[in-house]
């Protein structure tokens, strides 16, 4: 059980004082599930201990870059030895281009990436180069697909088939998402009549590889095909979101987990989380011919002070190194472990709900029948799992504080880990049951 949280406490009254809201990304104020977000001082493997001295095993892992464990000792010497020689140069240096390398090994259509410092940065930059690429201006994207805070990309609302996206967040114009096209996700139908009605505008369509933003919600068969069909024929690119799901669905992202061939191979990726091991590194990538086009080389400006940070680059590097066929083979069935588990509990304690999977990633719906879109996927009794949430928390167990999230799981994750969180689950289920339970619905 969870102790004291009044260091926490003071902390976020404190920090509300000077930062909007106390925190720095808005989820992690646990509005969606009440309560006082945990402030932690400290993190090692699976583990989290926050500044009361609470221990957590750790399912949201920083949403995904912490695939080998908190501070991994190979990482952990890497960041050492790259610190140790500066942080930050201003020139090229060589740990950018070994993480570089060693992206374009791993996912085959990758000829070359350009690399920034965050997720948000890759997709904004992509788009601009498809948009480059094509002089076409309108963009494609599906509802419920994260691609960071980009202005264009902050549109998820509309209805009927083919809206004309409204931004979904105050200081976006109207100018900025108008430019986008947001279609239910898993639709070819709504995909083949925005492009009959605008196929000679669009410059690119950009989805999440296997989306993981509006909890795991993934490509239904021959959705990906059919996503490379349509944008072929209609001269427009396919921009492959793998921030998430780049190096943790497989050694090769989604992309690879999902087996595509060659030819319908997306033309842009954007990768982040767990290439920058923790540290703030991203990348967008492609063929060459399309990578040629941005600056020095080509007219589409792009640029970052400190883009391929010789540390946080140092850290990617180890982390990806530290992805081999056994961490994969881990993440899966520790993932399995703990899903199957909670399933079951929540069965007995009569609780509706849906486990749906991307490789080793998992969400649980808190809702009957499969979720194959945004709308699905708020269909569900997001109360049931606040209440799961803080049942989880208090047993010391750190589930990620919302409903529309993957649970992440690392090769560190190990049986004692495993037992912690299998041990909560039965009290979380009985309080998802609780329906008349107020005391985690602040
Ligand atoms: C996290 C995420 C982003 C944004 O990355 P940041 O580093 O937070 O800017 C973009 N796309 C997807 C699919 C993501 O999961």
């Known amino acids: 059980m969870s102790g004291s949280t009044s260091k926490s406490a003071e902390l976020l009254a404190h920090a509300r004082t000077v930062t909007p809201g106390g925190v720095n990304s808005p989820v992690r104020a646990f509005r969606a599930v009440g309560g006082t977000p945990r402030f932690i001082r400290e993190a090692k493997g699976p583990w989290l201990t926050d500044v009361d001295g609470n221990r957590y095993v750790d399912l949201i892992c920083s949403w995904g870059p912490m695939i080998l464990g908190h501070a991994h000792p190979d990482v952990m010497a890497a960041v050492q030895d790259a610190a140790s020689r500066g942080f930050s140069f201003g020139t090229p240096s060589e740990n950018e281009v070994a993480l570089a390398t060693e992206i374009v090994r791993r996912v085959e259509p990758v000829e070359q990436v350009r690399l920034v410092s965050s997720g948000t940065e890759a997709t904004m930059s992509a788009i601009r180069l498809a948009r480059g ?32 996206a409204l931004p979904d967040t105050a200081g976006v114009p109207k100018s900025s998402a108008g430019e986008t096209i947001v279609l239910p996700y898993n639709d070819v139908s709504a995909l083949e009549a925005a492009f009959a009605e605008h196929g000679d505008e669009i410059a690119a369509v950009i989805t999440e590889a296997s989306p993981g933003n509006m909890g795991v919600v ?14 072929t024929k209609h001269g427009a690119l396919l921009v492959s979101d793998e921030v998430m799901t780049g190096f943790r669905c497989s050694g090769a992202g989604w992309f690879g987990h999902e087996g595509q061939q060659g030819e319908s191979a997306p033309d842009l990726f954007t990768f982040g989380k767990v290439m920058g091991g923790g540290f703030p590194a991203a990348a967008f990538g492609g063929r060459a011919d399309l990578m040629g086009m941005l600056a020095p080389d080509g007219p589409v400006y792009q640029a970052g002070t400190l883009a391929g940070n010789p540390v946080a680059t140092a850290a990617g590097l180890a982390t990806l190194q530290g992805c081999t066929d056994e961490v994969y083979a881990h ?71 919302s409903a529309y999230e993957s649970w992440f799981v690392s090769a560190s994750h190990d049986d004692e880990a495993v037992a912690h969180v299998i041990d909560a689950l039965p009290a979380a289920a009985r309080a998802a049951a609780a329906s008349t339970d107020s005391s985690a619905t602040l």
Not at 218 to 231: E, H, N, S, V, Y
Not at 359 to 373: L, P
């Open 331 to 401: 993440l899966d069935s520790t993932a399995h472990a703990i899903a199957d588990a909670a399933s079951a509990e929540l069965t007995k304690a009569g609780v509706p709900h849906t486990v749906q999977w991307a490789s080793s990633m998992f969400s649980i719906f808190f809702r009957d029948g499969a979720v194959t879109n945004y709308d699905d996927a708020k269909d569900q009794d997001t109360e049931a799992f606040s209440r799961f949430f803080n049942a989880m928390l208090d047993q010391g167990v750190h589930l990620p504080p």
């Open 133 to 164: 690429a094509t002089g076409r201006s309108k963009i494609v994207k599906f509802a419920g697909c994260y691609h960071g805070h980009v202005d264009a990309l902050l549109a998820a609302a509309g209805s009927g088939v083919a809206t004309f």
């Open 218 to 231: 993934p490509p239904a068969p021959g959705f990906t095909k059919a996503l490379r069909d349509i944008t």
